[in-house]
């Protein structure tokens, strides 16, 4: 997921308003990534992305248009001064350089994690309850993120929300502020692939 506009510079040296920065240096941003990288390897190839893809549970449609999408949008600038690969790989520890403009702000320009332009998020567009966004309040937010004539970031910041909201609204049909940071971190990846293999195995069993 990435990230939106908020008014405002973080101050530079206000390290409490960051958050999310691990034991072994990988930030927040690439924690994000790293459930795609299917053998740990730091690189994430195209046919990683369509497998976690599947693993969320999307379909092979869907699966298939996000690698190709992911991959042939993120891989260059993710291997800079290196020659173009058919291969299409992303390289997770400069996965920050991939970021696209209108998007939430959350990530810094590192990949840290901003925790009051997360919180800013809520505030600005939970209107109906401070604890989730409605389908109406989240477009509501991808069209005032939207940078002048900035069409990738459009389109990129739209795919993202719209994919996360397809699979992750709760029976309200709403997305929860805990899935959305859930998102942020990675953790919410891991735990929809246990839950979907914990599903099919359970329905085996049956």
């Known amino acids: 997921m990435a990230s ?3 008014t405002g510079k973080v101050p530079a040296n ?3 308003q960051y958050e999310g920065m691990s034991t072994n240096d990988q930030n927040i941003l690439q924690k994000h990534v790293a459930f795609f990288d299917q ?3 730091g690189i994430v190839y195209p046919w990683e992305t369509f497998k976690g893809f599947r693993e969320i549970g999307c379909g092979v449609l869907l699966s298939s248009a996000a690698a190709l ?3 042939t949008g993120l891989s260059g600038k993710t291997r800079p001064g290196k020659c173009p690969s058919l291969l299409f790989p992303i390289e997770i520890k400069n996965i920050q350089k991939a970021k696209h403009g209108s998007d939430t702000g959350v990530y810094d320009s590192h990949g840290r994690f901003i925790a009051s332009r997360f919180e800013e998020l809520f505030r600005k567009h939970a209107r109906t309850n401070p604890g989730y966004l ?3 309040e989240l477009m509501g937010m991808l069209k005032e993120n939207r940078d002048p004539k900035d069409y990738v970031g459009w389109v990129a910041s739209y795919s993202e929300w719209k994919i996360l909201y397809m699979l992750c609204k709760d029976n309200n049909g709403v997305l929860t502020k805990d899935t959305v940071r859930a998102v942020y971190d990675g ?4 735990r929809m692939a246990k839950d979907k293999a914990a599903a099919a195995s359970s329905g085996k069993r049956a």
């Open 69 to 71: 999408f992911i991959n």
């Open 134 to 136: 409605t389908s109406d």
């Open 187 to 190: 953790s919410l990846f891991e």
């Open 39 to 41: 053998n740990n390897d």
């Open 4 to 6: 939106t506009h908020v």
């Open 14 to 16: 206000d390290d409490n």
